[in-house]
């Protein structure tokens, strides 16, 4: 059996389902990651910051409405 791995991360929901129009927020470990966030990227190469929060859609990171990758 081969297993297919998404190259996007996808959030879930308290329920279980993807977590749609949400607001995903990154910081240092152990931290309120609101009040102390780390800077994430849309590129591999760190040269487009995202703004926090970053908007979900259908469970993925989406930037101007599509589904992105975040670094």
Do not use: C, E, K
């Not at 749609?20 to 931290?31: E, K, M």
């Amino acid at each position: 059996m081969q297993i297919v791995d998404s190259p996007l991360p996808q959030f879930f929901d308290l329920d279980g389902s993807p977590l749609d129009a949400g607001r995903l927020y990154f910081g240092q470990v152990s931290q309120n990651p609101v009040t102390n966030p780390v800077t994430v990227y849309w590129d591999a190469a760190g040269t487009q910051p995202a703004a926090q929060p970053i908007r979900t859609l259908a469970g993925y990171p989406a930037r101007n409405g599509s589904p992105a990758p975040i670094f």
